[in-house]
């Protein structure tokens, strides 16, 4: 069983739109959760972590973490033609743990 | 800066040939290391990890092996090459910063015909 879900699989959104992405874990031991992008062809690249309930904003972009629910989800404001790529949420136990569980993605399409 | 090589950029191999991927850490001292496998357009999924030179930990059973024979290099091998290794394979070390991050190499694309 994956233990980390994500939601939707795909998700197209215009230019300047708000894209929200989900996460949720079914291993109430992960209690860190990091979101990943990866533009076709390259290695995935950290965007968020996040730790602590509540939201956590950077930029464009805002997590949110429900610790009781195992939910996070992503917000990508005013979305960019360049955000299109393929977005993993990534979860652990500790976050100094070597064990790192991702879910299995979702593809987003900014149209411009 | 810390950079992160991985070779070869991508391999075409038989099925039941050897392989073998590498992966150098350059600006960082003693790492932690991973592997992933990834298939097209899917998850990541971990496969080795080392925390120190010689000593590699198997995350997944997927006929293939790894070691770590200096502080900044991490070897990925197997034998013998199954048509399931096809995929894109990508190095990473941690981050112990505040964040805890995973930064990526730029992966090497394996096609086992």
């Known amino acids: 069983q994956q233990k980390v879900q994500q939601s939707p699989e795909s998700l197209s959104v215009p230019e300047g739109g708000m894209a929200s992405l989900n996460c949720t874990s079914s291993d109430r031991n992960f209690q860190y959760f990091w979101w990943y992008r990866q533009h076709s062809g390259e290695g995935p690249k950290a965007l968020m972590?996040?730790?602590?309930?509540g939201d956590k904003k950077e930029g464009r972009f805002t997590a949110h973490l429900n610790k009781a629910s195992l939910h996070v989800s992503l917000h990508i404001r005013d979305s960019q033609p360049s955000d299109s790529a393929l977005y993993f949420c990534a979860a652990s136990e500790q976050y100094n743990n070597n064990r790192i569980f991702f879910g299995d993605g979702t593809q987003l399409v900014v149209k411009p | 800066a810390q950079t992160i090589h991985q070779w070869p950029v991508a391999e075409i191999k038989a099925v039941g040939s050897p392989l073998s991927l590498g992966c150098t850490i350059k600006g960082k001292s003693s790492p932690n290391l991973y592997w992933y496998w990834q298939a097209t357009g899917g998850t990541l999924q971990q496969l080795f990890y080392?925390?120190?030179?010689?000593?590699v930990e198997s995350v997944v059973q997927l006929n293939l092996s790894a070691s770590r024979p200096k502080d900044d290099q991490f070897i990925l091998s197997t034998e013998k090459l199954l048509l399931s290794h096809s995929g894109f394979y990508l190095c990473a070390w941690k981050d112990w910063g505040a964040t805890y991050e995973q930064y990526f190499g730029p992966g090497t694309r394996l096609t086992v015909l």
């Open positions: 972590s996040i730790f602590s309930d």
């Open positions: 080392s925390i120190t030179v010689g000593q």
